[in-house]
């Protein structure tokens, strides 16, 4: 079973940096193909995505946050890491970590799994307030 | 970057009936699209990947359709537990990938 969880600072300061972690279970980032996703959603308003690292230490960012964000792993303690720089009243979100897609598909001979960037499962969210 | 708008933003349904929402994309997704749905307080679920395919038990009433730009999602008879917002998203141009605004499920 797939399990995360966010953890970190639920009030940051306008113009500091936000430091959240994720920390997983049931699946290794060390696993080719394995990715780990970072979504946003302020209050009442919809989804974003931010971020993306892979098993290969390859990383994907949000093209309008990418010049702020910093994702990193460390596989030794299953866990993810996201640093938004100059954070502003307008960041105020619960910030998700989710678990990249994957589908097993299985012939009579062998299975193959396939990764996809949708997200499955979701950690319960951590709710970020900025402000002074 | 792909603009996923969603209709409609409010959908009023009594228990039992159907429900169609929408999802169009601003430019071809093939079959990359993915819905979510999303209760008060909760995380998004994955209900649907692949434009059609049903995620690990979800149940049969949630139906998927569509492929390029417009998608559908059904819930064939709402149950109360289908009360909800539900997000689609696609997956096949990015990054970034791209959620829809959101249509709120709510009871008649």
């Known amino acids: 079973q797939i399990t995360l969880k966010e953890s970190g600072p639920t009030l940051v300061k306008p113009t500091q940096t936000l430091t959240l972690t994720c920390t997983f279970s049931g699946f290794s980032l060390s696993t080719s193909g394995v990715g780990v996703g970072w979504i946003r959603q302020p209050p009442g308003k919809a989804l974003e995505w931010l971020a993306l690292?892979?098993?290969?230490?390859?990383?994907r960012y949000s093209p309008s946050l990418k010049s702020r964000l910093t994702i990193t792993k460390d596989t030794s303690k299953n866990q993810v890491v996201l640093t938004m720089t100059n954070m502003d009243p307008v960041d105020t979100a619960t910030y998700y970590c989710?678990?990249?897609?994957?589908?097993?598909?299985?012939?009579?001979?062998?299975?193959?799994?396939?990764?996809?960037?949708?997200?499955?499962?979701w950690g319960q969210g951590t709710l970020v307030t900025v402000s002074s | 970057e792909i603009v996923m708008t969603q209709s409609p933003a409010t959908l009023s349904v009594s228990p039992g009936e159907r429900a169609t929402l929408s999802c169009r994309a601003s430019?071809?997704?093939?079959?990359?699209l993915a819905w979510y749905q999303q209760k008060p307080g909760q995380a998004p679920r994955l209900l649907i990947y692949g434009a059609s395919t049903r995620a690990t038990g979800i149940p049969a009433r949630f139906s998927g359709s569509g492929s390029g730009t417009e998608f559908t999602l059904t819930i064939s008879s709402l149950q109360s537990e289908d009360f909800a917002v539900y997000y689609c998203q696609q997956y096949n141009n990015w990054p970034p990938v791209t959620f829809g605004g959101g249509t709120k499920v709510e009871i008649k």
């Open positions: 690292i892979y098993w290969d230490d390859d990383k």
């Open positions: 989710a678990h990249r897609g994957q589908v097993g598909y299985c012939s009579s001979t062998s299975c193959l799994t396939v990764l996809y960037n949708w997200f499955d499962p």
């Open positions: 430019q071809s997704v093939s079959s990359n």
